[in-house]
């Protein structure tokens, strides 16, 4: 007996020929070609499907009244009733609704389920459950339900444990959403316990607790043979089942590189082609492009925003595409910038006039040195930040730079003696400038061991002065 | 000066074989493109001096280098410069390190250099020495080993010159000592950043999932 055959005979008024004479229909192939007959008479409102899926967001069991109600062109309460009815017979209803859940697909809509509805669902639901234990106990006493509530137990555990898994999303490895809330683990945990207390009524109400020792002895026995002897398959398996998993991985990987190629490296070189004429263009695009492809290779993409060396580079990058120069960055050590005054990194101040005084260095060299390349150095050591920025070019004479127009060393001296470091030029005409830069770590973070003469204040002032002068004279 | 060459792709190799052409004291007496074929190669031509790619498929430069213990001195050329494959190939044994993107006249005069027993620096390499060193790194690398602690002030010194650009004999007029004694300090430094033994650097390159 099949619970949809009066819903949908009913529904149909004047049915197809031959058709009406069905009264039973496959769950899993709906209603194959005779759909595309007569047009329904009943359409409430949703579109009829060729095939017949379970609602998914609509759902509030496991979707399949709501699902057949759709195939069907039915009010879903109808269904329901018609299931609840079903159930009464020994728990057919039951069972029919259990084996449409397993055998028909999800569906795709998103629609939830209004309060109402779902109020009047789950009243029938428990209806339906408490009906078929009545009925049975009435028809057959108290034997039959001994057996039909457990059933019922079991039924209603196994509903909440699918209904888990039977969620869309993410999946963790046991199947269930990637995130569990706690709610879902109750769930999980209530219909196992269901289930497990269920079957294990139905089993201890049959079996004789006396002959229960040697049965359970022979099915350990069983179970135990029955895996050693699929040990080999288990295995095999899982083999199988790792090499796809790495075969899957590998081509995420590569596909990962193509599209990063495709982004990168291929549209630079589109662009070269079209503008093959312009060397200086070429070089700046061939240029950035390496930049970029070598930081995607070789170096790890950590939060940059607040290491020193990362921010060089950066800047590094940005002199060398605005000027035509290369810059060859080399760091050693690195210091983040102290953004909560823990005292372990450089202060927001320093850290951003550090940064501002190379930059201005790089350009300077950049603009004035006339060479191709520029080396830029910075070192992080405990008690002080060091970034020497370098050319060979044309060099200048300082003595001789009057000292009212001094761009170069407002704009660089004038930045990190503020910020109480010190800035030494050196140059010698004809064979380059460097830049010297250095900014004390900051006054709280200084370790003990530090030499006190390098803490900021009057008594730092005096050595770097003589060296400055001592390199000065020395040129 | 006889030159060997490894490198995995052959216009690579071709490439460099033209801009080693161009220098009057240069031959190149084979090329190779693998790791077995290079071993072979290396052994029956017997170079001056090794060009050795540090990738490359079956195990790259450092496999060349274990494979040809006491052969001529290398010099690697890498298009890498991340400090992993620069710090490993060196202590696998090579004299120098270059990036694919020097120049001929660079690449030939660093080759000259290794082959007079020189070690070639560039300013990324000590930096990387120097970082290894410190052990200030940001990055979670454990500092090399304390054999790297016997690096003198005056080796210190020298490593932060080259790797602020200096020259040699820019570093020589700034310290007041002659380029021969730079170049003794860099080859010192070199000497001891290698392991002493194989099994040492097995342990090394197996910590840092290198090969």
Redesign the interface.
Known sequence: MHPTGPAFDAARGAPAPGFGAAPGFDPVRGYGPGRVGPAPVLDLGRHPQLRLVRRSGGRIVGGVSGGLADHLGLDVFKVRMAFVLLSALAGAGIVTYGLLWIFTPSGADSAKPSGTERRQAIGLALLGLGLSVAVSWLMNGTVAAKVIVPIVVVAVGAALVWREYDTDGPRSLLGLPASPSVVTWARVVAGATMVVLGLGVVVLARIDLSALGSALIAVAVTLIGAGLLTVPLWLRMMRALNTERAARIRNEEREEIASHLHDSVLQTLALIQRQADDPQEVARLARSQERELRKWLFEDSGPAQSSLAAALRTIAGEVEDQHGVKVTPVTVGDVSMDLDDCGNGLPKEHFTALLGASREAMVNAAKHAGVPTIDLFAEVEPHQVSVFVRDRGAGFDIAAVPQDRQGLAKSIRGRIERRGGQVEILSTPGRGTEVRIFMPRSDSGAPEGAEPDTAPGTAGDQPTERIRQSVRSGK | MRVFLVDDHAVFRSGVRAELSREADMEVVGEAGGVAEAIAGIKSTRPDVVLLDVHMPDGGGVAVLAGIEDGPVCLALSV???AEDVIAVIRAGARGYVTK?ISGAELADGIRRVAGGDAVFS??L??FV??SF?G????PEPPLDPELDSLTPRELEVL?LL????TYREIAENLFISVKTVETHASNVLRKTQQSNRNALTRWAHRRRID
Request: glycine share 10%.
């Open positions: 890498s410069d991340a993107t300013p990324r000590a930096g120097l970082d410190t200030r790194s940001p990055v932060r790797a602020r650009g200096y």
